[in-house]
């Protein structure tokens, strides 16, 4: 009764991994699509997990899954990637299934877990995750604990309002953190600027990836300097809200949007330090990337699974 | 050794009680001046303490102060009402003068503090105290713990930007929730607007006071009428935020702002269901007002001794 046993469900890829205690290389590794428009998602997961499971030998399964979610109950309340899971209780599912309790949250929350147990985060007490990527999640760690939330919807700090005049976000409202400094908000800002006249080597293109924009940008190309200098100055004002908010010690970027560097990050810590509320939180402030790259959802999973088999979740 | 003494520092005055164990009646009480800007407040500090002593039977000191100020090391960094504490370690000071440990925390932090511990917070373990007045400050409740933070500068929520191009705040940045929702900001408004041009039952005065225009708002004045809207409107959005990032179960309204009551709230209710990420975090959230009116500082300074005491804070 010693495995975990995690599972990392992606739009394209289902993962599952049983890890011995203590370490976090795992002895069994079974990948497999995930076809998530395609009914038979969960018996797909059932048959990725018994490929690696050894019976009379797992202790706990843990979840990383795109949300909402309700982590308490283990229910997928709608995710837009896997539309048959409607209120879908995946955790109690797996343990009818498997025989083990089972324990479920988003897939940022658990980056942010795995970086704090296991990654950049180690030995910090209080720390903010942000990943940017499609989107701009979250996960928080507070007072050495993951932040939930009552729902278990907290942390979604992309979906904070910091202009209520903004971008329409992809959920609908207006300003968001995601609909300035995610990957589509670079491309849409790249396109509307292209089609409000402004040269540039970039041609429209619904279909304008972020690498192409900072590929362009580091060959001098002015718009995509400033489509990336822009998310990363309300990226700035984000952050510092979210050094008031919470006061982490450390401060993980993950995402493939953070991979740009300078082209974001020089903007960003300019635009932080002006908008910061009081320079004191930048003392002794470590921003970071994330260390844990593709693992990190299988690694949060185990870490939840882990810390909640010993009464810390 | 039984006794804990709480101290609230004011601007106006300075308030000392003494408190038996399990209960928040004190069987002493002192209040003093301040005398905030003149030198010698420690000493009147002290004599506060002195006057609700007894000597032995005292087990350990908590204070609410005006911030910022480090709760971990109990140093006040600067605090405006009081000139002569910059960098003052008081804690320190008053455990070398009464031989107890001594806990420090801001007043919003402890006011809030003391809804979870006494108030309309209990039973809650995730918590979002607003307390709007001449500033907006916050006390938070993650997983039953009050959030301090590294630098314990922690739950700033009247600091968070909203809109970049928003008023000015006291602090020197744009937008902040307190620019827009503050008693300051809202007699502010009335007064830009008096000076444009808009009719009013009120005239400019920099001295206008947020009751007088929830006075005049009340008789049906329409500029009176659209400041608390705005204010609210505001706040709708920055508790919408709030919710992303905490999702407590229970919001609460402290400071006189908040006693303007429907002019305030209906806006906010309103602006908050448009803005709010998902409308999963309103069901069953309490929304309310806070219980324990002038005490709430005292009983924070009270419930974060007897925290550190019990090895819980």
């Known amino acids: 009764m010693s495995l975990i046993v995690a599972i990392d ?6 993962r599952a991994a049983a890890y011995t205690p203590e370490s976090t290389r795992p002895i069994a590794h079974h990948k497999t699509r995930s076809l998530a428009q395609t009914p038979g998602v969960f018996d797909r ?15 706990a399964i843990g979840i990383a899954s795109p949300g909402p979610l309700d982590p308490h109950s283990g229910t997928i309340l709608d995710t837009p990637n896997i539309p048959e899971w409607a209120n879908f209780p995946i955790a109690s599912k797996l343990t009818e299934r498997f025989g083990v309790p089972a324990y479920l949250d988003n897939d940022a929350n658990l980056a942010g877990l795995a970086e704090w147990q296991f990654g950049a985060g180690k030995g910090h007490s209080d720390m903010v995750y942000l990943t940017i990527s499609t989107g701009v999640g979250g996960g ?5 604990r993951l932040l939930q939330g009552y729902h278990g919807m907290g942390a979604e700090l992309g979906h904070m309002t910091i202009d209520p005049n903004g971008p329409l976000c992809g959920c609908g409202h207006r300003g968001h953190v995601e609909s300035f400094s995610s990957g589509p908000a670079i491309a849409r800002y790249v396109n509307e ?9 970039l041609q429209p293109d619904p279909n304008l990836t ?10 001098g190309d002015a718009l995509a300097i400033s489509a990336y200098a822009r998310a990363g100055e309300y990226l700035g004002i984000a952050v510092a809200n979210y050094l008031a908010i919470f006061d982490p010690s450390i401060l993980i970027f993950g995402g493939g949007v953070s991979q740009a560097g300078d082209l974001l990050f020089k903007p960003f810590e300019a635009s932080l330090r002006r908008h910061v509320f009081h320079p004191h ?7 970071t990337r994330a260390a844990l790259g593709d ?19």
């Open 45 to 59: 997961l059932v048959e990725a997990v018994e490929a690696i499971w050894q019976e009379g030998n797992v202790a």
């Open 193 to 201: 600027r292209l089609q409000a006249g402004d040269t540039s080597t």
């Open 210 to 219: 972020p690498a192409q924009i900072a590929e362009a940008a580091l060959k």
């Open 295 to 313: 693992d990190a959802g299988l690694l949060g999973a185990l870490a939840l699974a882990r810390l909640a088999l010993n009464g810390k979740k």
């Open 281 to 287: 939180y930048l003392d002794n402030l470590t921003i």
């Open 9 to 14: 469900i992606g739009g394209t890829h289902i």
């Open 140 to 144: 928080v760690i507070c007072n050495n």
